[in-house]
């Protein structure tokens, strides 16, 4: 079975300081990873992927994420943040053989002035 | 391109009453298509999915059901609503293999 740990559940930060959102995930298989960001009372949108390649992965707001497999994480890092990113980031993962994502529990960024 | 349509986008519905939410998309063909529940403070719980029409599979054991009566609807229900159903309902699609999901804008549920 598959699972994906997020182990901060809140990320408080000040503007324009690094930030870093862990995720680690458990699966038997070769995987697929994303991450997810959403905002109050909206649906989730995708942030970036990792599908095969790079290991190093970018969206175009300045995240970027690695994947890392010998120990089976993607954390998602971003040098400088915008009061803009508070937002609720979520980790997940599929195979080849599954039909859905597994979610992890969200880490809720706060960026703060 | 393709979209993706929820509503309603708030509910409030007392005890004991039936609910239906409908999910539609549009711009691909015979996707497959998700229900997830977000619980306040918590993440994402796969409650079902469906990859043609009629095939629904269940992930959870709950007094929810799903239905796919087209290729790009997809409909959420229950005859009697529980307390417990209060959440957040997002409806998702994504096309096959390794693909990521799409969702919609989400259902804010309240039980009364």
């Known amino acids: 079975a598959q699972s994906v740990t997020q182990l901060d559940s809140q990320v408080p930060v000040f503007e324009e300081a690094p930030v870093e959102l862990r995720c680690n995930y458990s699966s038997s298989v070769s995987v697929y990873l994303f991450w997810y960001v959403q905002y109050p009372n909206q649906g989730l949108q995708l942030l970036l992927k990792?599908?095969?390649?790079?290991?190093l992965v970018e969206s175009i707001n300045g995240f970027e994420a690695e994947f890392n497999k010998s120990q089976t994480s993607f954390h998602l890092r971003k040098p400088s943040v915008h009061i803009s990113d508070t937002a609720e980031y979520f980790c997940a993962v599929t195979d080849t053989g599954r039909r859905a994502l597994t979610f992890g529990s969200g880490t809720r960024l706060q960026v703060q002035p | 391109s393709q979209t993706i349509h929820q509503w309603p986008a708030t509910l409030v519905q007392p005890v004991g009453s039936p609910l239906s939410l409908e999910c539609t998309v549009e711009g691909t063909s015979n996707p497959n298509l998700y229900w997830y529940r977000q619980a306040a403070g918590r993440g994402l719980q796969l409650l079902f999915y469906s990859v043609g029409i009629g095939q629904i599979s269940s992930e959870v054991p709950q007094n929810l059901s799903a239905s796919r009566p087209q290729d790009r609807q997809f409909i959420l229900s229950s005859k009697k609503l529980l307390l417990s159903d209060s959440g957040f309902y997002l409806c998702?699609?994504?096309?096959?293999?390794?693909?990521?999901?799409?969702f919609g804008n989400g259902t804010r549920l309240t039980v009364t």
């Open positions: 990792y599908l095969s390649g790079s290991t």
């Open positions: 998702a699609w994504r096309a096959t293999g390794n693909s990521p999901l799409h």
